[in-house]
């Protein structure tokens, strides 16, 4: 069987976000996840989701969080026109998948999420 390596990279491009639902205007970003083995913690695994603007490449937000493979982890970070990104990660117990979500809210309103599942 072949061996790969354990970083895991993703790139969703043309993630569109809204800022309101019935917004005239609207932000295209892309959204890149990075999942990988933490060495400083037993079990570790440290992701992150870099939101770019899609016209420019500005970074808007990178969240960031460590966790333990077996536990499921979130995090929301703000971004400039107010709605929120959130990221929630899980690496199974044996450490032979990942799972993602990412979801940009105004309030309680999602306006776009995606979501993936990772064979490590």
Do not use: W
Not at 17 to 45: D, F, K, R, W
């Amino acid at each position: 069987m072949p061996t790969y390596p354990t970083r895991i990279a993703l790139v969703a491009l043309g993630l569109l976000c809204l800022t309101s639902p019935v917004s005239a205007t609207a932000t295209a970003m892309n959204v890149e996840i990075s999942i990988e083995p933490e060495p400083a913690h037993e079990g570790g695994y440290k992701c992150v989701a870099v939101i770019r603007d899609a016209a420019n490449g500005e970074v808007l937000s990178a969240p960031t969080i460590t966790f333990i493979k077996g536990e499921e982890a979130r995090v929301t970070s703000g971004l400039p026109d107010g709605s929120v990104v959130r990221l929630t990660v899980f690496v199974t117990a044996d450490g032979t998948e990942a799972r993602y979500r990412t979801e940009i809210r105004d309030g309680d309103v999602v306006q776009t999420s995606q979501q993936a599942t990772i064979r490590l």
